[in-house]
């Protein structure tokens, strides 16, 4: 909860970017750590062609191979859906924010309306984050040995599975603070 004022309130001031949720002169530092990220996840995919090179089994190589590819599209399709869908509660937020400015010009009680637009919009951002978190990460199976190559790769899909499911909470509490301001609107009108 303090983390989302906290949020709320470097928009306010102009220092964080409602957009993307970066602070200003943070930049460099996320492209320090993207490029270092980078540098590790293409250490650990040429880990993985090593460890798969050491696979006799021609089936269980492609399989492999083939679930690897698929979980990185999963990743891929669903953080674009999550995004498509922050963009969409973006635009309705800012319907309703236009809505109860007009309210208040009529000379209409909007202060509910405003705080939970705040709070629809400090939801928005939050799950803006962890989506483009999500979207940063790869999911490479660790290999240990021929026979646990199985385990090794149910391991991994689970790690997504997970993941995803922790991102799309957020998505949905974001759409619940944006219907929550929508009712408030609704109420004042």
Known sequence: MFDQLAGLLL???GLRNPVTGNVAGEA???KETHASRTADLKERRDQFKEKLLTIRDERKKTIVERVANRMSQ???NRTNQMTKHL???S???KKV???AATAKEKDKDTSSVDSAVAAAQAAISAA???VSAQAGKEY???ISSETGVGQDVKNTMNTLQSDIKGVYAQVVAAREAVRTAVKALAAVL
């Open 11 to 13: 928009v306010g001031l």
């Open 28 to 30: 460099t530092d996320r």
């Open 74 to 76: 999963v990743n891929t």
């Open 87 to 89: 963009g969409t509660m």
């Open 91 to 93: 635009e309705i937020l």
């Open 97 to 99: 924010a236009s809505r």
């Open 128 to 130: 803006q984050t962890a």
């Open 140 to 142: 490479v199976v660790t």
